[in-house]
């Protein structure tokens, strides 16, 4: 659906992407993550033709975009929904006109905007406040407009820009359902560029991580979680905890479909002490991580011979 190859951009001389590759599937939600100023946001405009790139390939929906003249990417664009942090709604105008405005500005007809204004309004729940002015709702609210006229010229893309990030976590969390819904109902593909980790957990199915420009890691949520590579390691911080200083400490993730009760096993069979534990749901299996401190330093090897036994790979000894 789209694909980037080698995509670098300057601005004002400083290489802000530099070369970026990347594939993003049909009809997955894929999140970008990054720390602020890696580039997410211009690769996003990138991708929906809102800024020129310098060399490099990019490609969406099989178009090059770079082979596009002004009138063509115009046309492009009307194939990609954006939403942004600050919902950039017309403020004066009510629910309905600032859902209605992109099929007027295409000469849409009267009925066929009313008919899909009041389908979208329905889809993100603002039936109710279809007459109340933008600037009347709430920031929820604001954002549950802003995908419904992100999605008025029927997209094939939506690309989100930190679209939860402003809201408190009750709003953030019913968008992100809002997406998924639309994600999967719809089967537009989804590219969300998010600082929020809990947003890539909960709905994201692929991944990457931009690091000063770069791809450093991409690949499926859950396995970057439990792979922990340096990229995200840096971004999440070392969220150190306080271990025994005496015996081995073992970090063990594992995906819990795979090995249930990973946990009892190990309390079962050998001398150990479990030091941290959280289960985490993400949008297709559940990750349990689990800090053990193995008592005798001699028990360490007895341990990870056991752990590769019942197909544990993602585990390290901390502190080595
Ligand atoms: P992110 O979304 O990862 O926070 P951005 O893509 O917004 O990063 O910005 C990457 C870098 O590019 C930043 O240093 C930013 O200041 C710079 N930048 C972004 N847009 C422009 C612009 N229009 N002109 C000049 N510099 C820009």
Redesign the pocket.
Known sequence: MIKIAALKKQ??S?E?LKGIDLDIDKGKIFGII????????????CINGL?KYDSGYLEVNGIDIKKLNEKELRMFRRDVGMIFQHFSLITRASVYDNIAFPMQCWHYNKKEIDERVRYLIDVVGMYEKMNNLARDLSGGQKQRVAIARALSMNPKILLS??ATSALDPKNSESIMELLNNINKSMGITVVL?THQMNVVKAICDDMAI?ED?IVKDKGIVEEIFINQPASLINILGDNKILLPSSGKNIEIMYKKDDSNNVIEKLIRKFNVNIIDFIMEDYKNCIIGKVIINVINNNDLKKVEEYLKSINIENYKVLGE
């Open positions: 601005y004002n400083t802000i990054g720390r602020s100023g890696a580039g997410k946001s211009t690769l996003l405009r800024e820009d930190e560029v931009i420009g």
